[in-house]
């Protein structure tokens, strides 16, 4: 039996030729070959037997190092973003720290956006700021302010998030790795919000792309992991972070590698129905007085709906609202819905409603990265639009 991890057979599994909606289901999906099974099993065992020492069936020797139920989300997920490498891990935090222990040390430095995700910056600020790793905040939809937070020789990370959170500001993603190249700075992307089938980051140049699969991928809210995939020509870094991940061992377990890989297989369609949703919901929204200010890159008053539209091919179902009476009214408006229910992460096909402010983006109150206490942030699921129309008229004329 050919090794189940050699690059080679990943790549066979990959149906790199086919579309995206293909890659989905079939990438790492190949049937058991020994019933016939089209669902590979879930191999929810931690060691596999040898025959004579260092005999490995296919290359599996420890549930640590690899197992075959992960392996399947692993080339699932390098499939979808096209990618060389895919990793998966026990969350999206896991994912970041061990990129970032594998490329950082004592004295470098790392750019961040400002409004990234509130665990990314609380990880970077209060874990490896512990560790003498010195990092600065900037708006990376900014290219001259990204440029000039850059410490050359010591910035050695560019991470980015777009569309943001919760501000959903558009990032350009082939200028910053453009910039990143140049100032020899790894660039990540969190493609956590669009998801592979609105938007391929590594297309565009970054050097590896990060996931909370908790989100999108996964998709039904009953699975926490994270994964990250790596760029063609960082091989050695992929190599890298494949044994940070075994050394230090945040790992997915079989069953929710799984899950994970069962929500991917209708991630194109959901995201679809999401972005269709998301943006009936910012139009009407957009025209309420008790609205200030609607943050939802699909629409043509948002700041960066043209770079979106090139970068993207849907806008997603993330949006965030600036309520005109504040934080009394925002603190209202969140706990008053019905069908969007309150309650913190996203990209689940049913709607949540979160309050950053005090929620997310607790973490990161006081800080450069904080959220104005105005905003609400609404992940709009794909239950049927009009009733989630009918939530929001409702909560509205209620505030
Ligand atoms: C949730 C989230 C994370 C963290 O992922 P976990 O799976 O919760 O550890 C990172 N980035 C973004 C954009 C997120 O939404």
Redesign the pocket.
């Known amino acids: 039996m050919k090794d189940m991890n050699t690059p080679e057979l990943r790549t066979e599994q990959r149906h790199d030729d086919a579309r995206f909606d293909t890659r989905a289901i079939h990438a790492g999906q190949a049937f058991d070959p020994t019933t016939g099974a089209v669902i590979p099993p879930i191999y929810q065992t931690s060691t596999f037997v040898q025959d004579g020492i260092g005999g490995l069936r296919g290359g599996y020797e420890y549930s640590r190092s690899s197992n075959p139920t992960r392996t399947a989300l692993e080339t699932q997920l390098a499939a979808l973003e096209g990618g060389i490498r895919g990793l998966s891990f026990a969350?999206?935090?896991?994912a970041?720290d061990a990129l970032l222990r594998t490329v950082l040390a004592p004295g470098d430095h790392v750019v961040i956006g400002n409004d990234?995700?509130g665990?990314?910056h609380r990880l970077v600020r209060r874990i490896f700021g512990g560790w003498s790793i010195r990092h600065a905040t900037v708006d990376t939809s900014d290219l001259a302010a990204v440029r000039d937070a850059i410490e050359l020789g010591t910035t050695k990370v560019l991470w980015v998030?777009t569309p943001s959170?919760p501000l959903m500001k558009i990032s350009d993603v082939a200028a910053l790795a453009e910039l990143g190249d140049e100032a020899g700075v790894l660039v990540v992307v969190?493609n956590?919000?669009a998801s592979p089938a609105l938007q391929q980051p590594l297309a565009f140049g970054a050097a590896v792309v990060?996931h909370?699969?908790?989100?999108y991928l996964g998709g039904h809210s009953d699975v926490?992991?994270?994964g990250l995939v790596f760029a063609a020509g960082q091989e050695e870094l992929a190599e890298r972070v494949t044994f940070t991940q075994f050394a230090a061992g945040a790992i997915s377990g079989p069953f929710d590698a799984f899950l994970t890989s069962r929500g991917i297989k209708t991630l194109g369609i959901r995201m679809q129905r999401h972005s269709q949703n998301a943006l009936a919901i910012a139009r009407r929204l957009d025209e309420h007085a008790a609205v200030e200010r609607v943050y939802y890159p699909g629409l043509e008053s948002h700041s960066g709906h043209e770079l979106a539209g090139r970068q993207m091919s849907g806008y997603g179902g993330m949006l965030s609202i600036a309520l005109a009476g504040g934080a009394p009214a925002a603190r209202r408006f969140a706990e008053s819905t019905s069908l969007f229910q309150l309650a913190e992460?996203?990209g689940g096909v049913e709607s949540l409603v979160n309050y950053p402010s005090d929620m997310t983006h607790a973490s990161v109150k006081g800080t450069e990265a904080e959220v104005p206490d105005s905003i609400v942030r609404l992940s709009v699921g794909i239950e049927d639009v009009d009733d989630l129309l009918d939530d929001i008229d409702r909560t509205l004329a209620r505030l």
């Open positions: 969350s999206g935090l896991a970041e990234v995700y665990g990314t998030e959170n969190d956590t919000f990060v909370s699969t908790t989100k926490v992991g994270g992460s996203l």
